[in-house]
């Protein structure tokens, strides 16, 4: 084969070669930011990702370690909402989402209120 002809050859091979490869959803920010030490407990948590996602399951867990169950929007930016009264110290919230090619991604987010205290277990 000519070295010509395999050029050609490549030129058309890429042509329908897809430019974008398709891949899972990714977090790019969270409000609060992960570890945060806020003043006040905050209504919602924000996550935003690069695409949209629907939510499976998100569980808070205070600083007593009990985990509770808590509401989410679908969408490129997530609202969490929390519960009313948060105790002071460290909070956990696990995540799982489905991004838009069908796989499921998870994660956590750490803050705390008033101040950090000891870690919280991950579910």
């Given amino acids: 084969m000519t070295a010509c002809l395999r050029l ?3 030129v ?3 042509a329908f070669t897809p430019s974008v ?3 899972h959803a990714q977090l790019l920010s969270t409000e609060p930011a992960d570890s945060a030490v806020l003043e006040m407990a905050p209504k919602t948590l924000t996550l935003r990702f690069n695409e949209p996602v629907s939510p499976l399951r998100f569980t808070l867990v205070g600083p007593d370690g009990i985990a509770v169950a808590v509401e989410a929007s679908g969408g490129t930016d ?3 909402q929390l519960p009313p009264a948060l105790a002071t110290g ?8 489905v991004s838009i090619d069908g796989h499921p991604i998870g994660g956590s987010l750490v803050f705390s209120i008033g101040r950090a205290t000891g870690s919280a277990a991950a579910e």
């Fill in 8 to 10: 050609v050859l490549l």
């Fill in 12 to 14: 058309i091979l890429a």
């Fill in 21 to 23: 490869v398709l891949a």
């Fill in 78 to 80: 997530i609202a969490v």
């Fill in 90 to 97: 460290t909070h956990l919230l696990s995540w799982r989402v």
